[in-house]
């Protein structure tokens, strides 16, 4: 059959019944419309080439088992707003007041009856942009049929860090949420995203960061290892204006994060960093992202690394696309896996697009197996096997985690990583 | 304290014999040194010694105080009290020197059933003997031996040693690369750690090292096996005449 037709049943078998929610009419139904028209995503597509989005796009959502995770939660230690949703439903009680200095925070489900203009603007109007020149159908089925999220304008610098907290208590749920932020002139927030959300979880995130203002985004996607998500985060920037987004992701069988963003601005800053551990043939991990320079001076990174093994696979797909006259662009792209058994499996593909002549871009993908001779080095100093293979696993992935300003997160971060590695040892 | 009889070795992957049966003994508190032509199997002695992968002994026995030495994991004959200053000092990118230095210490400490040393005690300490290595606090940061100059690789070497003051100290050409200034240093870096339960194992092309750390015991080893045993003079016979005699007296 023509993979045109395919899609098409496929797309019509998974709306069958769906309704779009209330509220956000002119861009849900937009959303539809341009949904119907591409039609979901197939693994004969060449964006789906090593990830099968089969799981992401049938009718009803795969069973996850529930994971009893006895860590305590993640950045308990740091001061932060909390917002949780149990498998997509927003929890009043388990949530702080939606309120903070320099900051107004409104749930998605209430900003139709809120009227407020900039996020009816902003809804579906980045991931609408982000449709070309590569499609991106799961963030506009997101778009038409997100049930809630929450919506951030930042005004001023944020004194504490918003955190989603995405909790999963049902096996069979299917969520969808779209989250908004508008970071103004100057102002700086960080928000964070924590737990793993649902059996399945489709997220959208558009950011649109002002002059002058900053963008931090950590992002911890939980333990469960039967869970599956698809997320996109699309941010459009001004000039001299900061973005900096880094995800860990433990486990999970399938967890695809795209992030797509557009250097609208001169001397704008995007660091995109991840870093995933994934233990097993049932651990599928798939980075995507597309940074475009539209603007004089700017610098971006993508920094990802990815520690694998009994079988586990990692996705890298990276592009980054200089427009004409985006001069003085320094890009730089590092895609690297460490493969700790013969059975695992790192796929790239790496991309640079360039259109403008005086630019300094360059990128690398490496796959390897741990380095004997440095593992003999810290044997011989009488560090035992284990603890120096997670030593060097730590230091593999030191990079990405630099690309993290807070310094509390990242060690919160490493202190997870550690445990794993005890755990998987 | 080192007792080494007939110890044989092959490269695992490839069909060649190295070491054709090496016999050595290190009593308490000795300094011995080894000398030989490019090849002859010094390093790769060291290495079977310290257990590294890729050699297969296939005869012989190594003992350090009675104990077999061949039967355990690297980190297990360091905790034991064996130490190798490599001539080559491995690069560990991402592994801050300082957290190197403390997890061996400590890993040591624990696999001997002591207490852990306290990160301000540890930090009083390694800061001392830096010093007295002249290694400085940006070199103690950064990670393991990167960018690091082959002098201050080789610096970096004693310093751990010193930090962890085993009882069996092979050093493999710890004197090359460096500068007459840096070759005292370390000399005296050795020179500090000299007591009646520790020894040496000095593997060396030169005099000039042996003149700073003065041996007790001069051996030359050419393929694979030691060949000649002698007093300090034996090294200064190396010095002005080569091997070319001595190779020439066994065959
Ligand atoms: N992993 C290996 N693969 C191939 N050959 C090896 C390997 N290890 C050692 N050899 C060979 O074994 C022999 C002994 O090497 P070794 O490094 O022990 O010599 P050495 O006495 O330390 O020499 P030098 O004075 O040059 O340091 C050499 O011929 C060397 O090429
Ligand atoms: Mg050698």
New interface residues.
């Given amino acids: 059959m023509a993979v045109a037709k395919l899609k098409s049943d496929a797309t019509e078998a998974r709306l069958a019944g769906m309704s779009l929610p209330a509220g956000l009419d002119v861009a849900r139904k937009d959303a539809s419309s341009r949904l119907m028209t591409m039609g979901l995503p197939h693994k004969r597509d060449e964006y789906w080439k090593y990830t099968d989005p089969a799981s992401l796009t049938q009718a009803d959502a795969p069973q996850a088992a529930l994971f009893h995770n006895d860590e305590a939660p993640m950045f308990d230690a740091v001061d932060r707003l909390k917002i949780v949703f149990v498998d997509g439903v927003f929890d009043a009680d388990a949530s702080d007041d939606l309120e903070a200095e320099g900051v107004t925070i409104t749930r998605l489900a209430d900003v139709a009856g809120a009227d407020i203009h900039w996020a009816t603007e902003l809804y579906g109007t980045l991931e609408a942009r982000g449709q070309t020149p590569v499609a991106r159908p799961l963030a506009t089925l997101n778009s038409a049929f997100a049930s809630d999220g929450v919506v951030i304008h930042a005004m001023g610098k944020v004194a504490k860090p918003i955190n989603l907290i995405y909790l999963h208590g049902d096996t069979g749920s299917d969520v969808m949420l779209h989250s908004l932020v508008k970071v103004d002139a100057g102002a700086e927030v960080t928000l964070l995203e924590t737990g793993p959300a649902a059996a399945r979880f489709n997220s959208v995130l558009e950011v649109d960061v002002a002059s002058g203002a900053a963008f931090h985004h950590v992002r911890s996607q939980g333990r469960d290892h039967e869970r599956r998500a698809v997320t996109h985060c699309f941010a459009k920037l001004a000039d001299q204006s900061l973005f900096k987004s880094f995800t860990l992701t433990f486990n999970g069988k399938l967890t695809r994060n795209e992030c797509i963003i557009e250097m609208l601005g001169d001397d704008a800053v995007a660091h995109v960093a991840g870093a995933c551990v994934g233990d097993g043939d049932d651990f599928h991990h798939d980075d995507t992202v597309f940074i475009t320079h539209d603007a004089l001076n700017g610098e971006s990174r993508q920094v990802f690394k990815k520690v694998l093994r009994n079988g586990a696979v990692g996705v890298f797909q990276g592009k980054i696309l200089v427009k004409e006259g985006a001069q003085k662009t320094d890009g730089y792209q590092i895609s690297q896996s460490l493969l700790l058994d013969d059975d695992s499996q790192f796929l790239a593909k790496p991309e640079l697009e360039i259109y403008a002549d005086d630019v300094a871009c360059s990128h690398g993908s490496t796959s390897g197996a741990i ?4 593992l ?10 284990q ?2 293979t997670n ?2 696993t ?3 992935l ?2 990405s985690l630099e690309e993290i300003a807070d310094e509390a997160l990242a060690d919160d971060l490493r202190a997870r990583l550690e445990g794993w590695m005890a755990r998987h040892g | 304290m080192l007792e080494i009889i007939g110890l044989m070795a092959d490269l695992q992957d490839e069909d060649k014999t190295i070491l054709k049966g090496v016999n050595l003994n290190i009593g308490a508190g000795e300094v011995h040194a080894i000398m030989g032509p490019n090849g002859s199997g010094k390093s790769t002695l060291s290495y079977i010694l310290s257990g590294k992968d890729g050699y297969e002994v296939t005869g012989g026995s190594a003992t350090l105080d009675g104990v077999d030495l061949l039967d355990m994991e690297p980190d297990e004959r360091a905790a034991a009290g064996l130490f190798l200053a490599f001539q080559y000092p491995v690069e560990i990118p991402g592994v801050g020197n300082m957290t190197f230095l403390r997890t061996a210490v400590n890993a040591q400490r624990k696999a001997r059933g002591e207490e852990e040393l306290s990160a301000g005690d540890f930090l009083k300490i390694v800061r001392a003997k830096a010093k007295t290595l002249h290694i400085d606090a940006d070199m103690l940061k950064r990670p393991v031996n990167v960018g690091f100059s082959g002098g201050e690789k080789k610096r970096n070497e004693i310093l751990q040693m010193a930090m962890l003051e085993p009882k069996m100290c092979i050093l493999d050409e710890t004197d090359s690369g460096l500068d007459v200034d840096a070759m005292k240093l370390v000399a005296e870096g050795v020179n500090a750690l000299r007591s009646e339960g520790r020894s040496f194992l000095v593997i060396t092309h030169y005099q000039r090292l042996l003149d700073h750390i003065k041996p007790d015991v001069v051996h030359i080893m050419a393929d694979g096996r030691i060949i000649k045993t002698g007093g300090p003079e034996l090294a200064l016979e190396v010095e002005n005449n080569g091997y070319a005699d001595l190779l020439s007296e066994v065959a």
């Fill in positions: 380095d004997e001779d440095a003999f080095y810290l044997q011989s100093r009488g560090v035992p096997r603890t120096a030593l060097l730590l230091a593999f030191a990079e």
